[in-house]
């Protein structure tokens, strides 16, 4: 009979402590992202058995891309503290483009080591179909009529942007966005302004970034580069992110805003109160859609009826990137 694996022989085959260990396998206090997904995939791979957690303690994983970006980092602080209202703390998947954390989140959850996912990453159609047979949350991606999607009114914050962008006389406006493996619901924003601005004969350009090499670095790059190559640009819609290094790039090529060049950015992020001028942009209610993804989550877990889209609405907030 083969003797039964214990958390000294995980911590002995990772070279990490035996109290970081229980804390990661037990969900009961702080571990590095990088750290917790060593732990537990050597406790998989060892095929450590992870005791059932009840409702009364529950663990529920929240699969975020990369919780550095502001949205997710947002989300991530107002999640955990809802769960907590309801009983579960949080075990996070930071995925960072990293192949088998979606399906190592799934086999924890398939084992009952956690209550259920709220989940926003890239994944496989393998890991999708796999999600349709436990409780889980989608927040933002578009994953089917079984798994119930939580995400902001995207369709009239397109409406904004285009609105403010045409009242500030923009001419030729660019749109940078994230291409996406799994489809995401914000895309819809995105048609949505494009297709205003031309219905009004307004040159739009649609940049897409890769989402999987979407660090500060990159996005600065990518961005500066596409304002140094087409200087006749005078509108921006995208991200606060993206945003933020539109009127970064902008300073640094003489234009004045928002005399020569508008920016209207997206999520209502901390990064717009860094902005000089501060940044006009269409808020997202993290709180709102943190609460509404933990509700919708219970009602799974405790099997009753779910809809299959929550939208949370989303404001306008003007300031001195447009006039």
Partial sequence: MSKKVTLRDIAKETGMGLATVGRAIKGTGYVSAEKKTIILECAKRLDYEITPVGKKDGVVGVVLPDTSN??????????????????????LFNTLGAKGRVSLAIDLCERGVLSGLIINADMTKQEQARLEKIPVVSLERLLG??????????????????RILLENRCNDVAIFTVRHKVPVYADVRIEECKRILRSHHIKVTVVELDSELATYTYVEEQVEGF???????????????????????????????????????????EITKLIRPNLTTIEQD?????????????????????KAQYLIPVKEVRAGTTM
């Fill in 286 to 306: 993290m709180y709102g859609l943190a609460k509404t993804s933990v509700e919708v989550l219970e009602r799974l877990i405790t099997k009753q009826e779910v």
């Fill in 145 to 162: 009529n079984r798994i119930p999607m939580v995400s902001s009114a995207h369709r009239e914050g397109g409406k904004i942007a285009a």
């Fill in 227 to 269: 304002l140094r190559r087409h200087p006749e640009i005078d509108g921006i819609f995208s991200d606060d992110i993206s945003a933020y290094f539109s009127v970064k790039a902008a300073h640094e090529m003489g234009k004045v805003i928002p005399r020569d060049f508008k920016v209207v950015g997206y999520d209502g992020s």
């Fill in 70 to 91: 502001a949205y997710y980092g947002s989300y991530l602080r107002y999640v955990e503290i809802v769960l907590d209202k309801f009983g579960y703390r949080t075990m």
